[in-house]
Nanobody, 120 residues
Framework: QVQLVESGGGLVQAGGSLRLSCAAS????????MGWYRQAPGKQRELVAR???????NYADSVKGRFTISRDNAKNTVYLQMNGLKAEDTAVYYC??????????????WGQGTQVTVSS
């Protein structure tokens, strides 16, 4: 099986920074796109940023210029550097990966989520 484990969430003041990490492990053959989504209370889950295996990125308009996504293919890990945090960034952040596991079809996997709280 494949597991995604996130770390790095927490409480930070507005204007501060956090760095999220997500490591994929298990019977992985290859990983295509990896990304971060978030869900605030009472709202739908939304894309924050994603990155292809070749390093092509795209971001939600609300985080452009403040957040940076990166990945280490050798470690099957994706990162999200969040700077200039705002109260509206408060949400549970979920890691997502499009994984082809050994002897399995390619599909999406999700992490358990990590809470990010920004105090104003």
């Amino acid at each position: 099986q494949v597991q995604l484990v996130e770390s790095g969430g927490g409480l930070v003041q507005a204007g501060g920074s956090l760095r999220l990490s997500c490591a994929a492990s298990g019977n992985i053959f290859s990983i295509n796109t990896m990304g971060w989504y978030r869900q605030a209370p009472g709202k739908q889950r939304e894309l924050v940023a994603r990155i292809t295996r070749d390093g092509v990125t795209n971001y939600a308009d609300s985080v452009k210029g403040r957040f940076t996504i990166s990945r280490d293919n050798a470690k099957n890990t994706v990162y999200l550097q969040m700077n200039g945090l705002k109260a509206e960034d408060t949400a549970v952040y979920y890691c997502n990966a499009d994984v082809r596991a050994v002897f399995a079809v390619q599909r999406d996997y999700w992490g358990q989520g990590t809470q990010v709280t920004v105090s104003s």
